[in-house]
């Protein structure tokens, strides 16, 4: 039997020995989970050196215009909002050295993330505290960081996902346009090049860039967004892997197989000084790291942490709904066209600039909200009144789909047929999400 063969019927066995829905297990079945993932480390050595490799990336990082950007900052009002993590510290701390006129940040901790800086306490669910804040401060430049942390578990999260991260961006963007903000810098994620996706992180994070878009293509505010890879030294997988290992408890394993791309947490925050300096009218630039460190996955992390800490008995979290990850060629994909960012898909592909930085690229994101999609949002707004997964696990995916529905309307067709016509010999491997979404590509191709 080959190795990845044997690797993936052990992983087979931890699914249907502890599926997701379980939630207490027998000390029998515990020890053999034990039993399992020792097994599993000792047959996937390649795991190690990914590890190693994503240990490398920490130490990576990327040309600032720095006189630009202390043209836009230098002795004005910036705001950091979810300064709380790594990137936001050296992004707080790569603005001090900047000049600005006053330097605030703004999260849940009661304490400042950085010392000598102005911090406010501020729930981003809150929209009146955050209009009044923003109000009150008037920043000529705003970065919002501020997101939902990631569990890791198969606890379903779509109510506060969708509350914190959805909303709360609806919120921050609504503030800064009635302040008249110079320029709101919006952190984002690799999940988003899925136009539609059906785990609620990913779906989350499209529909972020998708409401920033759509308030910059009305010039309501001038915006821009930072993509950023995951972070290797800031990886809450590989402290919470690493917490498991010491701990002796169990290591919940997401998606063992869906490959992210790397970045350092310096790289992140200098993408985001970069992006502020490219805003445009009439769309949101997309900007992205051109170079990045080779993919790798969750199984790889976990196996590299394991070999490092010790063996602790695993369950994974990607069973609870069924479905494998998503990862189709051609959508998520390039397209076949290279030199570019890999965090831009084969609708964005063909129109990446060079942007002010030599190791960023840009995309321009012009879209527009339909009415159908606004009045989702406003629904979507009702529901984190109350507590109910299930209603808004439903309601969100059907906003998710007026966006891809409305993204695929709005792109040029002649992108979308090179797109259908690229993704098809690709189908028969496709998963059933994917599947539906390359239908969906091709009825647009068709019109």
């Known amino acids: 039997m080959s190795a990845a063969r044997r690797i ?3 992983l087979d066995e931890i699914r249907a ?7 207490a297990l027998d000390h029998t079945t515990l020890r053999r989970l034990w039993e399992l993932t020792a097994e599993l480390t000792a047959a996937y050595p390649a795991g190690g050196a990914r590890y190693r490799h994503v240990l490398a990336a920490a130490g990576r990082d990327v040309g600032v215009p720095h006189r630009r950007v202390r043209d836009l900052v230098g002795g004005r009002t910036v705001l950091v909002i979810g300064a709380e993590g790594r990137i936001g510290g050296m992004l707080v701390a790569g603005l001090a050295g900047l000049g600005p006129g006053r330097l605030l940040t703004a999260g849940l901790s009661p304490d400042a993330p950085v010392d ?7 729930d981003i669910r809150d929209r009146e505290r955050v209009s009044r804040l923003i109000t ?8 919002h960081l501020a997101t939902r942390p990631v569990t890791g578990t198969a606890e379903p999260d779509t109510h506060d996902s969708v509350c914190t991260d959805v909303l709360g961006t609806r919120h921050v963007v609504d503030a800064c346009a009635e302040a008249r903000v110079g320029v709101l810098v919006v ?7 899925l136009l539609y996706a059906h785990d609620v992180r990913s779906a989350s994070k499209r529909a972020i860039e998708l409401i920033v878009a759509d308030a910059a293509a009305r010039g309501r505010v001038n915006a821009v967004i930072a993509r950023l890879a995951h972070v290797a030294d800031d990886s809450p997988l590989l402290r919470r892997f690493r917490r498991s290992c010491r701990d002796g408890t169990v290591l919940w394993l997401p998606a063992p197989t869906r490959r992210f791309h790397l970045q350092s947490a310096r790289e992140a925050a200098q993408l985001l000084l970069v992006a502020a300096t490219g805003a445009r009218d009439g769309a949101a630039a997309v900007h992205a790291v051109r170079d990045l460190a080779l993919p790798a996955t969750p199984l790889d992390l976990a196996v590299g942490v394991m070999r490092e800490e010790g063996v602790t008995a695993m369950r994974i979290a990607d069973d609870v709904t069924g479905r494998p990850p998503q990862h189709c060629p051609d959508l998520t994909g390039q397209a076949g066209l290279t030199g570019i960012s890999p965090l831009f898909n ?3 592909a063909s129109g990446a600039e060079r942007s002010v930085s030599p190791d960023v690229d840009v995309v ?6 339909p009415a159908a999609a606004v009045r989702q949002l406003d629904h979507l707004a009702s529901l984190c009144l109350g507590t109910r997964e299930h209603d808004m696990a439903d309601a969100f995916d059907r906003f998710a789909r007026t966006l891809l529905e409305a993204n695929l309307a709005q792109t040029p067709r002649s992108v979308v047929r090179r797109v259908a016509h690229l993704s098809e010999p690709h189908r028969q491997h496709m998963t059933a999400t994917d599947r539906m979404v390359n239908d969906r590509v091709r009825w647009w191709a068709a019109r």
């Not at 502890?18 to 939630?23: E, G, S």
């Not at 952190?187 to 090049?193: F, M, V």
């Open 364 to 369: 321009a994101c012009r879209f527009r909200l």
């Open 116 to 122: 000598g800086t102005e911090h406010r306490v501020l």
């Open 17 to 23: 020995i502890a599926p997701a829905w379980r939630r």
């Open 187 to 193: 952190a984002s994620a690799e999940e988003s090049l």
């Open 346 to 348: 084969a609708f964005e």
């Open 8 to 10: 993936e019927g052990i």
């Open 136 to 143: 009150a401060v008037r920043p000529d430049v705003v970065f």
